[in-house]
């Protein structure tokens, strides 16, 4: 039931995700498309009582192909700042919100 808030850039709007079925037709829509490598580092993290907030710094490397003759590698990194919360069930993700630091992409095509 947690959030994930992506910030926006010069060419992207903020989007977030809110709620576990927002959350599970984001990640299902997303990953139709894109076929990559995410890659955290180690996390920063500061417990306050029943909650925590962490630092992640990331890369994500992938690829996409919208149709046969057209490929989309993408490369973006960047960090999380993420809130979690102890609950009886274990430590949870309560919000992440991604800071991408730069991105590249480029587009292959069949001539």
């Given at each position: 039931?947690?959030?994930?808030?992506?910030?926006?850039?010069?060419?992207?709007?903020?989007?977030?995700?809110?709620?576990?079925?927002?959350?599970?037709?984001?990640?299902?829509?997303f990953?139709?498309?894109?076929?990559?490598?995410?890659?955290?580092?180690?996390?920063?993290?500061?417990?306050?009582?029943?909650?925590?907030?962490?630092?992640?710094?990331f890369?994500w490397?992938?690829?996409?192909?919208?149709?046969?003759?057209?490929?989309?590698?993408?490369?973006?990194?960047?960090?999380?700042?993420?809130?979690?919360?102890?609950?009886?069930?274990?430590?949870?993700?309560?919000?992440?919100?991604?800071?991408?630091?730069?991105s590249?992409?480029?587009?292959?095509?069949?001539?």
């Amino acid at each position: 039931d947690g959030a994930f808030e992506l910030v926006g850039t010069a060419d992207r709007p903020t989007r977030c995700y809110e709620g576990r079925a927002a959350l599970k037709q984001f990640c299902e829509t997303f990953n139709a498309l894109w076929t990559g490598l995410h890659l955290m580092h180690l996390p920063q993290i500061t417990l306050e009582g029943d909650t925590a907030k962490s630092r992640v710094h990331f890369e994500w490397t992938a690829v996409a192909r919208s149709d046969p003759s057209r490929t989309v590698q993408r490369r973006v990194h960047g960090y999380y700042e993420v809130t979690y919360r102890n609950t009886p069930g274990g430590w949870r993700m309560l919000r992440r919100v991604e800071h991408g630091v730069g991105s590249a992409e480029h587009q292959f095509g069949v001539l």
